[in-house]
């Protein structure tokens, strides 16, 4: 028994930890059967709350086990499933990986339902963050009926055209310089783009990384350490970043399998070839080959516009994966959506600031998501320690490292 198979196992132990029996295809019943691992946590007769991680290829068992203890401590009964083609539901029952035919955004929302129903849950707050954002989105399109509130984390539509508007606002704002601090780190991206201190290839993958986290200043402390001929930031983010798209780290972020989600269904952004090309990264994904793109299943404009149930829709100002402007238009469309912008946060708030998301599934499910805005300030300055704090102070700590130590 090799040492994934032993972990496995383990958390397949865990309190809470069940499987559902699921079609490896659901259209054709092709491939037989696999069982979709989930987990459920919390307070006995608390609201019931549906989270959804990001990715594709985040897990939820292993990766967010503090969060399911907070939520439980605030009264919310929470249920997780893992994603298919991801950690405990990577495999069909004879252990085989499940095939590409398997892994669809439709199958992935029906699989929530799958979920609700045999934790017996008729209706529940959908928390979706990220990637979980847009599945929760088309999940909401096919089983509304089992919405009784959501949270829309850091996500937009995952259509092209707002992966376009993505890229349009990287750019404004680290190339253009048409952010309100940004014109002198866009200044000196150019002028070590022009010079060849930098590939323009990578700027997509490493600047942006340093800004979510500690905003312009933290980015031209990156620049400045790069043109003293110090890289050794610039290269262990480049790391880091691209590390994501590959197996990663078993469990807990595994995006090989699923990534023909991404290719066929979320990104028909093509590259452009130019600097702080957004699409370049995943673009060299080897998994991209052979995949056509086809879009969502479902037309996420139009079923925002039917969406009945209180929403609040978080954005963090440094958000450069789901940026400001693609949030705005979603709450726009949302008849009962709050945008509770976050004016010193970055992307996910599952994944780094979880208190701010289960305030806001609080208010959603109470009716009282309107009252989200006014409360950003007092919750950023009492987050205290999360994930975002100790990468902004690894980034810190790597750049004195380089010799920059403002």
Known sequence: MNAQTRQARTLRRMPGVRAVRRPVVADTGAYGEFDLAYVREGAPGGTPLLAVPGGPGLASV???????????????????????????????????????????VSAAADDLAAVLDACGIDRAVVWGSSYGGVLAQVFAARHGDRVAGMVLDSTDGGTTGERSATRDHVRGLLWEGRGPD??????????????GAVPADECAVVVPVLYEFGGAPMV????????RGRRG?????????????????PFVMEFDLVARIWHRELDGLEPDGLPLDTASAVARDPARDGEDFVGLPVDTAAAQRGFSWPTAVLSGARDLRSVPPCAEAVAARIPDAALVRFPDSGHSFLDRFPFAGLVAAGAVAAGRHTALPALTGRLEKARGVTSAAAMRAYLSASLAADGVLR
């Not at 969060?67 to 252990?95: I, N, P, Q, Y």
């Not at 983010?237 to 590959?246: F, Q």
């Open 233 to 249: 930031t610039w290269n262990r983010v480049r790391g880091l970043a691209r590390r994501e798209t590959g197996r990663g780290a």
């Open 62 to 104: 292993l990766p967010y086990r503090g969060l399911r203890r907070r939520a439980a401590r605030r009264g919310f009964d929470t249920v997780m499933a893992e994603h298919r083609g991801v950690g405990l539901s990577r495999r069909d029952r004879s252990g085989a990986e499940l095939p590409p035919e398997a892994l669809t």
């Open 182 to 195: 940004t014109a002198g780190a866009a200044a000196r991206l150019r002028a070590l783009v022009q010079d």
């Open 220 to 227: 031209e402390r990156l620049l400045e350490a790069v043109a």
